[in-house]
């Protein structure tokens, strides 16, 4: 079946455009931390707002999740605190194994003072 042709009108390639955009945004490496900074700033002025309150109200909804006759029911904050936290450190385990492999740490001079540092991080709060 044949395409259909495309529109000539005025702002017919906005949306394409951002089709591309959004494609591209988590190729760049610096995606990542632009989205941790708009969502950062939107949290920030949300709860310093006059509607605040709701921002606080927001992190204790119940949120359930139902699977395979199982359901556990946990408040937004701790979905976040438990769910989103592991996830995260799972994935800079992972980044931290293919560096030590394969990448800039897999030297064992390079891969020295991360570990001190490491180790020093988890050794000075304890």
């Excluded at 927001?58 to 996830?87: C, H, I, K, Q, Y």
């Excluded at 385990?93 to 020093?120: F, H, M, N, T, Y």
């Amino acid at each position: 079946m044949r395409e259909p042709p495309e529109r000539t009108t005025p702002g017919a390639g906005v949306p394409r455009m951002m089709v591309r955009a959004l494609r591209a945004f988590p190729v760049i490496e610096s995606s990542g931390a632009l989205a941790l900074l708009a969502a950062t700033l939107v949290a920030l002025s949300w709860a310093n707002s006059p509607w605040g309150a709701t921002y606080g109200e927001l992190w204790g909804w119940e949120v359930p999740v139902r699977l395979l006759g199982f359901e556990v029911v946990e408040s937004l904050r701790g979905w976040v605190n438990d769910g989103a936290m592991t996830l995260f450190f799972f994935v800079i385990g992972l980044e931290i194994k293919g560096e030590l492999a394969s990448g800039e740490l897999s030297d064992r001079r390079a891969a020295a003072l991360p570990i001190v540092a490491a180790v020093g991080g988890m050794a000075l709060p304890a």
